[in-house]
């Protein structure tokens, strides 16, 4: 793949994120799962799902339905004690001061990404909301993140808003449902990810720490 700078030789505008085990240290919905008692059933269906074994869609729903009847509070304190990715920090510190806009795409919970979305100053958040019903879970999710192809559509939506392009952007991502983006990007950068996603990568980062892509973006301007 390669960036479709303009003839002004600009570099490109946009870097998309995703954010469970890129952004954060952790799935959102298996941190739930924890505090729910149901972990290891819905770890499984994670596995399966990031490894492109099992339609997100269907994935989200099964492990979702899981958490019926979860207290709200110990929820978001399960969501609090989930800590960024090491790095991440300094990385949108550093993108942002060379004029870049952000974005993270994710098929976790409004309960963490609005905290991400806040402490790493990103420009777009996307992610879905659990229901909640006398204090407790439902079971049910909703949002703009719950299609097997949500993350294509939102993504094209971002660079059409932004009047570039998805070659223009780069990609960040470590799961199966990050494809589609890796597909449609300029740029890919595949972080600690599932062996499935490094096929589609333009550079893979095994190294658990965002401080490692700097030099990659940095190279792309």
Known sequence: MSLNINSRNEKPKLIVFDMDSTLIDAE??????RAAGTE???SE?????MNGDLKYSEALIERVRTLKGLDIEIAQKAMDEIPLMPGAEELLDHIRSHGYSTAMLSGGF??????????LKIDHVYSNVLEVKDGKLTGKVSGPMTGDNSKEIVFEKLAHDHGITTKDCIVVGDGANDICLFK???????????????QYADVVIKEKNMKALIPVIDSLQ
């Open 45 to 49: 269906i994670t596995r399966k799902a």
């Open 40 to 42: 290891e059933f819905v």
């Open 110 to 119: 409004t309960l963490k990404s609005e905290q991400v979305g806040k402490l």
């Open 28 to 33: 959102c919905i298996d941190e739930l799962a």
């Open 184 to 198: 449609k990007a300029g740029y890919s950068i595949a972080f600690n990810p599932k062996p499935i996603l490094c």
